[in-house]
């Protein structure tokens, strides 16, 4: 791994290499200060980050996963950014298509989180309007700290039961059987969550988008083409108006570079 952006300042030549240019593996403690969140500054205002993974050519999956278009040094990205979060949101269908399981503790992380005063993992919230989901499953059942299940007022009460039987707590946040995206983020900080991330998928992400409640995109550009129809990290109907981000910092390994935009 290697900081492309910012750039690093010229250093010393006679001081031997400079660690923010050469190439070499980064702990968990430098990814995790380069990924930090903001410090809140007093406000209890939640800070909306996204983290995606695309091909050269815009898919955001290969045959219905992500895992294909990835790498080792995006998972770790990918764990690292869970670490920092109190909340991961996720769309069923990403919950569904590849297997969610519970949030692991990670022992590199356990006394940061316990310093930011954040559970021993983050919450999984699965956004949902069908609540057709496999509630026998242990994200569900048996996640260290309760699954979320975000939907709304309309929900089928029978599927209502079948989430809270099992374990998860049901947030409403939405009036009829969709969520409000704006609304979901507003019920998560009314919990105490305010780090949050979303791991998509491209439909919810797409909501997220055109409610202008983004704050960060973490993309990862994959240096892979696929062709295809497979969709784009954000899907749904166009904004009116492009929404503009900037670049804050890039990182590569291997070809595959890692982005961090925040809303302009
Ligand atoms: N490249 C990446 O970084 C990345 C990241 C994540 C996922 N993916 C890929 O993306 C695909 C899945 O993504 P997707 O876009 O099809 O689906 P998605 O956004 O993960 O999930 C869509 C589902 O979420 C629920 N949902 C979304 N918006 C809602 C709202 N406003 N109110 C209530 N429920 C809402 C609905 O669930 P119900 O049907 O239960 O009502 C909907 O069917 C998979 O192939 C996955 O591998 C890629």
């Given at each position: 791994m290697r900081r492309l952006f910012p750039v690093p300042p010229v250093t010393d030549p006679t001081a031997g290499p400079d660690p923010d240019r050469t190439d070499r593996e980064w702990s968990l403690a430098e990814l995790a200060a380069a990924y930090a969140y903001p410090e809140p500054d007093g406000r209890r205002e939640p800070w909306l980050r996204a983290n995606m993974v695309s091909t050269l050519?815009?898919?955001?999956?290969?045959?219905?996963?992500?895992?294909?278009?990835?790498?080792?040094?995006?998972?770790?990205?990918?764990?690292?950014?869970?670490?920092?979060?109190?909340?991961?949101?996720?769309?069923?269908?990403?919950?569904?298509?590849?297997?969610?399981?519970?949030?692991?503790?990670?022992?590199?992380?356990?006394?940061?989180?316990?310093?930011?005063?954040?559970?021993?993992?983050?919450?999984?919230?699965?956004?949902?309007?069908g609540l057709e989901l496999d509630f026998s499953l242990p994200l569900f059942t048996s996640p260290v700290v309760p699954t979320l299940i975000l939907t709304g007022a309309a929900a089928a009460p029978d599927r209502i039961a079948a989430a809270e039987k099992a374990g998860a707590r049901v947030v409403i946040a939405g009036d009829g059987v969709g969520v409000d995206p704006a609304r979901a983020l507003t019920a998560l900080a009314g919990l105490g969550h305010t780090r949050l991330l979303t791991e998509g998928g491209p439909r919810l992400l797409g909501q997220f988008v055109a409610a202008g409640v983004l704050d960060e995109l973490c993309l990862t550009v994959s240096p892979m083409l696929t062709a295809g129809d497979a969709q784009r990290i954000a899907g749904g109907p166009a904004v009116g108006v492009p929404r503009r981000f900037a670049l804050a910092s890039l990182l590569e390994e291997e070809g595959f570079l890692f982005s961090r935009y925040r809303r302009d």
């Open positions: 050519d815009g898919a955001a999956q290969h045959d219905g996963r992500s895992q294909p278009i990835s790498s080792a040094a995006d998972m770790r990205v990918f764990g690292t950014l869970r670490a920092l979060a109190d909340v991961v949101i996720a769309g069923a269908e990403t919950v569904r298509q590849e297997g969610y399981r519970p949030a692991r503790v990670r022992p590199d992380f356990a006394e940061a989180r316990r310093a930011a005063g954040q559970s021993p993992v983050p919450v999984i919230a699965v956004v949902t309007a």
